[in-house]
């Protein structure tokens, strides 16, 4: 499938979008004051040792030191021995016996800072490419657990042949399973070389120094995004295309040689009306072509989307136009899969069809399109009620989640209470209120549609609630606040 990708750069967002045939098919966010430290890698200097903490303060040049626990202390395994193993067989040595004040020493941040805490250290580095780790001070060749077990020791013996014997070990990741050798071998290559810039900054560089940090959404492009369909790479900024035609043309040169600065007036993005496709990923409701329509419903635990003809009528019988639809519908749900990256357990109700052929057409176009998705995915046939089962492999937040939040009003429900229905809360609110305490007046302050609802339609309520209680009752609009806000002041 030929694409483009284009890349819109700011110093505060990179945004990256592929492109076929003219629509967008993924997007990609990356903000910089959101980029955490994990998988940076420093030459800190040792600040102080605690051993009655086990731990040692390692200042790396941030505001506060980072924290060095000394489970977190790698030492070599024993010849033939994996880390693994080497940790379990011997005693720990306490770290005042491994590390002392005033040391350099170098270290991979293994956990984001947090309040007033200083980072998480590690001792042992780990490299991520895309589909290896490479743990350059350890031998052993390992594969993810989520690759079932059957396949796991053919993986690890392909992984053997091709680490060769130049050291370090290397994980083979979940989505490196179906990958050729061509590809686990470039990506190999490309955490060898990072391996050796790491160690010669690290004799280069002084202490409190920052040696390696995990790549920016725009070198993952060339790493992870480029293909053979891939035509061209489009830059906005000189000064980034720059810096990514250096990398690329160090670590991945047939990607660097597809890029290109875009230097027309119009922003990139409006080239294809990207902006407008990003609005529309995050709505409920997609229109489809023919008139048809997709509501899409993400929750904590799954994603639901159900197929629904809308205004189409254009074919001969009724029959037929739930199939188009569906087709359509098909094609529509891989896209908005991959646009809005959902992930986890998705249910899909296509319109119900009452041929077989018909059936088997609508999932074979569905399972076709999702063929297409870089993401591993599963679908399953129609379940009795009708509905077909799949699942997408979470990546990274989802679009909404990245960004969106939940709205402040209706806190994530998607609906508020009726003007009404506040109304009638604070009727009992009065009362309950009216037992308790023995004010002159209550004053009601609640939003202009409640406070209109009071003085039109329940003004008659309003008033035998007064005589009820026995005090008089004011109102007050306040345009600030929500439908369903208000207060009740005693006076």
Known sequence: MQQDILINWSPQE????????????????????????????????????????????????????????????????????????????????????????????????????????????????????????????????????????????????????LAGKEGGGFILRTNGEDASDTELGDDIAYLRKAWARIKDAALRLPAQSLLHQDLSLLQRVLRDLVGEGTQTIRVDSREQFDALKAFGSEFMPAAAEKLQHYKGERPIFDLYSIDEEVAKALARRVELKSGGYLIVDQTEALTTVDVNTGGFVGARNFDDTIFKTNLEAAQAIARQLRLRNLGGIIIVDFIDMAREDHREAVLGEFRKQLARDRVKTMAGGFSQLGLVEMTRKRTRESLAHMLCEPCPTCEGKGIVKTPRSVAYDIFREILREARQFNPREFRVVASPKVIELFLDEESQHLAGLSEFIGKPVSLQSEAAMAQEQYDIVLL
């Open 14 to 161: 990179t945004r990256v979008a592929i492109v076929e045939h003219g629509a967008v098919q993924e997007l990609h966010v990356e903000r910089t004051l959101e980029r955490g430290l994990v998988g940076n890698v420093y030459l800190g200097k040792v600040a102080r040792v605690l051993p009655g903490m086990q731990s040692a303060f390692i200042d790396i040049g941030l505001e506060r030191a980072a924290f060095l626990h000394v489970a977190d202390v790698w030492h070599p395994p024993a010849e033939g021995e994996s880390l693994s193993a080497s940790r379990a067989s011997q005693p720990q040595i306490p770290i005042e016996k491994q590390v002392f004040e005033g040391q350099s020493l170098m270290v991979q941040v293994i956990k984001d800072p947090i309040g007033t805490k200083g980072a998480r250290l590690s001792t042992q580095i780990s490299i991520a490419g895309r589909l290896l780790v490479f743990l350059p001070q350890d031998d052993h060749i390992g594969v993810s657990q989520k690759i079932p077990t059957a396949q796991r020791d053919e993986l690890r013996n392909r992984m053997q042949k």
